[in-house]
C-alpha cells in the first residue's frame, strides 16, 4: 500500500487553522436535482470523507487596498476551482 502524501502550500499566511466537525458540513445544491443523487452523494462523503479539500478559506480582511492581492494569489493556485491542476 503506497504512503499518503501531503503537501502544504501557504497562499496567504495564517494564523491559526481550525478543524471541521463533519456532521456540521451541509452539502447543497447538487447539480443533478434529486433526492436520489443528493443522497447518494452525502453517503460517499460519510462512507470515504473528503478526498480532497475542496478550497474552503477563512479570509478576514475588509481592506480595499489587499482585495487585488487576495483575488490574484487565489486566481492563481493550483488547485482553485475550475484550474487545470485540480
Given amino acids: 500500500m503506497m504512503e499518503e502524501q501531503t503537501r502544504t502550500v501557504d497562499i496567504i499566511p495564517v494564523d491559526s487553522i481550525n478543524l471541521l466537525n463533519v456532521d456540521s458540513i451541509n452539502l447543497l445544491n447538487p447539480r443533478v436535482r434529486s433526492k436520489n443523487s443528493f443522497r447518494e452523494l452525502v453517503d460517499s462523503v460519510e462512507t470515504v470523507g473528503l478526498q480532497r479539500p475542496a478550497g474552503a ?14 483575488v490574484e494569489t487565489l486566481i492563481a493556485h493550483p488547485s482553485r476551482i475550475g484550474g487545470r491542476n485540480r
Fill in 57 to 70: 478559506l477563512n479570509i478576514v480582511s475588509n481592506a480595499p487596498g489587499e482585495a487585488s492581492a487576495i
